[in-house]
């Protein structure tokens, strides 16, 4: 089953009661004329997301229970490393990433291992306020630091990676909520991997309900603060990373 | 002397449960072994209780029974710290199973659809996704 030679990039979208979008979101990747493989990580879902997701052509990875994104997104990673795919990204199943901006993000991994699609790169009208805005803006400011880029949404879960990437991310398995994109990247950096951010628009969810309330805002700065801190003092992974495959990095 | 007969049937107790326990492999050696220690200091305590009042002086501890209950907290926060730790590495293993269980349900998929595919089109490509 292990294809080493594997040039097709790899959409890993995590899907946990997400059948009201994920039929829509899949067709719309795959209909783009682009070397894309679609697989919808079902998160334990109680709904008819894998039958639909399958209808609509992605490869279905049926989890037994649910493990949350960064569980679901590590089982991703591990379902890319066994079959050789060299560029992953994940994409959020409920629309709010463009499948158009794909091609953009993954652009961004000639000059980095992990490439963001980034929310508050003026460009896009996406905004957020009060808690949730400090608790990002103090996150963006301590990873751009760490990663000696400007880095403005951190949290965002468009993200693309490479084979480095894919690597890391399997030694070191962040299963907390935010550790999946705060914890990850924190580490990512310290282990040596390079970060870049592509500006992309975000859309209105096509399904499902946002979660913002008050409450879940503060909750949301508390553990942000909680998750940068265990990160930055986690140890950094010590695998044997594959040589960077772009011309001009360390 | 009464309370003393208590205290010690009791230690004699949980030793016997415990070692039953481990006996027909309800209980793992690493979890028997914090009960086992509590078990034979209890029996030793109740069996020579001056022990206990000989130990709280030499430590500096007013009264014997304040150091029976220092000793009681300190153990059972080590045994609930202990299960937390285990119980984090059985998840741990857990979710990894579960991820291994998912990919191979997808080769396994595979493997059949070919299967299936070559016994109704006499050989023919199934056309699923490679």
């Known amino acids: 089953m292990r294809n080493l030679e594997n040039n097709r990039v790899l959409v890993i979208m995590p899907a946990w009661n997400e059948a009201d979008c994920v039929g829509a979101t899949v067709a719309e990747v795959l209909s783009l004329d682009e070397p894309y493989d679609v697989l919808v990580v079902n998160d334990g879902s109680t709904d008819n997301t894998p039958s639909i997701a399958a209808a609509a052509g992605a490869t279905v990875l049926n989890l037994p229970f649910n493990l949350g994104v960064g569980g679901a997104m590590r089982a991703g990673f591990k379902y890319a490393e066994r079959l050789g795919y060299r560029q992953v990204i994940q994409v959020d199943a409920d629309g709010q990433h463009d499948p158009r901006n794909i091609r953009e993000v993954l652009n961004g991994l000639e000059s980095a291992d992990i490439s963001i699609g980034a929310r508050f790169a003026n460009r896009g009208d996406y905004t957020v306020k009060g808690p949730r805005k400090w608790a990002m803006k103090l996150l963006a400011t301590v990873l751009s630091r760490l990663a000696r880029t400007t880095l403005t949404d951190v949290t965002s879960g468009f993200r693309a990676g490479n084979s480095r990437a894919i690597v890391q991310y399997l030694d070191h398995y962040p299963a907390e909520y935010l550790g999946d994109t705060i914890d990850s990247l924190v580490v990512a950096i310290r282990s040596g991997l390079t970060v870049t951010q592509v500006p992309v628009e975000m859309r209105p969810r096509q399904g499902g309900t946002p979660s913002h309330h008050p409450v879940k805002a503060a909750v949301y700065l508390g553990r942000s603060f909680f998750a940068l801190a265990f990160a930055l003092t986690r140890r950094r992974s010590h695998v044997a990373l594959p040589l960077p495959m772009m011309a001009g990095q360390k | ?130």
């Not at chain 2, 984090?88 to 493997?111: C, D, F, K």
């Open chain 2, 1 to 130: 002397m009464m309370p003393n007969i208590a205290a010690f049937l009791l230690a004699l107790a949980i030793v016997g449960l415990v070692a039953e326990m481990l006996r027909r492999k309800k209980l793992r050696e690493k979890y028997a072994i914090w009960w086992l220690v509590v078990g034979i200091a209890t029996l030793v305590l109740a069996a020579f209780p001056q022990l206990l009042v000989y130990i709280a002086k030499v430590v500096g501890v007013q009264l014997p029974s304040n150091l029976l209950f220092i000793l009681s907290i300190l153990m059972l926060l080590g045994v609930c710290l202990h299960l937390s730790w285990e119980i984090s590495v059985v998840e741990e293993e857990t979710r990894a199973l579960a991820e291994e269980v998912a990919i191979l349900r997808i080769q396994v998929e595979r493997i059949n659809d070919v299967l299936v595919g070559s016994r109704d089109n006499g050989g023919q490509d199934p056309g699923g996704k490679s």
